[in-house]
């Protein structure tokens, strides 16, 4: 696959690597077809790679799927100073990967952190991004208290794993040593195939004196992640660190501060919601899915996938495609 810089070279029907400058640096992204714009967001230990399935078939169904590198990871710009990765820095690269692209509006489509970072771009950008879907994590609007105050409620003696990964250079210290090992772990602990029994979200917990990956379930491998899968992502890990990725939880109160203006603030645009049964975030947020009458009142449909786990457009491709062109054909049959 070529590796083009121009910005305004035409989309293909090929998946093409790019480089765009926005304003905070350069975005890597890959894209492939042609017609309205979806920009797919990755999350956390994540890379463009993590669409890898839905960019062809986004492309069939007649659409400029577009996956990025989330600054921080892969190809994409790594700035050094934590508050770099605050939200209000991603909205804007998504905003400027768009104007790269030539284009003055698009759908987004997130997971996992993408999923928080797609709302909060078409909730704050409105003009630019004109519908939302969001994987894994549901709609939350910004209230309550500061996050790093109530995630320190959580878990009795246990931490958090939010709080866990507060401190710079912690979770790096776990992780990096063998990268290629704990993304295994980590990856297996939330795939609906080899998640242990329960789905109480226990790994997110960890004991005092442990490290998180003691949480883990053990030498297993879920079916969807190939050996030559786990070597594109552990690579890619191995060259860029951990830490691009982990400064978007040091800054959950930055943004709770930067937000309040948007406080309760519900997500207008035609959207769309997928979840795995097998998630615990799906558990954990189930007051949030309640409130989407109230949160979205834009939705079109939402969708528990029965056994699922985590990494859902991983784990259920052909499904989760199904159902995103299904949505962006009707949204834009509805535009």
């Not at 350069?26 to 960019?55: D, K, T």
Request: a negative charge.
């Amino acid at each position: 696959m070529s590796q083009p810089n121009d910005t305004s070279a035409p989309p293909t029907d090929e998946a093409v690597h790019r480089l765009v400058d926005v304003p905070g640096g350069r975005i890597h992204l890959v894209e492939q077809g042609s017609g309205p714009l979806v920009l797919m967001v990755h999350g956390f230990p994540e890379s463009w790679y993590s669409w890898r399935h839905q960019l062809p078939a986004l492309a069939a169904g007649g659409f400029r799927a577009v996956a990025i590198d989330v600054r921080g990871y892969g190809r994409s710009s790594k700035p050094r100073a934590v508050d770099a990765y605050r939200m209000l820095a991603h909205v804007a690269d998504n905003v400027g990967v768009v104007h790269a692209l030539g284009e003055e509006t698009a759908t987004i489509v997130g997971h996992d952190w993408g999923s928080p970072i797609a709302s909060n771009s078409a909730l704050l950008r409105p003009d630019v991004f004109t519908a939302a879907a969001l994987l894994s994590v549901p709609y939350a609007p910004r209230g309550g208290g500061r996050p790093t105050e109530l995630f320190a409620q959580f878990g009795g003696a246990a931490e958090f794993y939010m709080s866990y990964f507060q401190a710079p250079g912690r979770a790096e210290s776990e992780i990096e040593p063998d990268v290629r090992g704990w993304l295994a772990g980590f990856y297996a602990a939330l795939s609906g195939d080899t998640a242990p029994a329960g789905g109480d979200g226990s790994l997110f917990f960890v004991p005092p004196g442990a490290r998180l990956r003691d949480r883990f379930t053990g030498d297993v491998r879920p079916p969807w992640l190939t050996e030559t899968d786990l070597d594109v992502y552990a690579e890619e890990f191995e060259r860029s660190g951990l830490t691009g990725g982990l400064n978007r939880y040091r800054n959950i109160d930055r943004d709770w501060e930067d937000l309040a203006a948007w406080d309760g603030a519900p997500l207008t645009q035609p959207s769309l919601f997928i979840g795995g049964e097998r998630d615990a975030s799906i558990a954990w947020l189930a007051d949030a899915i309640k409130a989407f009458p109230a949160t979205l009142p834009g939705l079109v449909s939402s969708h528990i996938i029965e056994g699922c786990g985590h990494w859902i457009q991983q784990e259920r491709a052909d499904e989760v495609n199904r159902l995103l062109v299904d949505w962006l054909t009707t949204v834009r049959r509805d535009a």
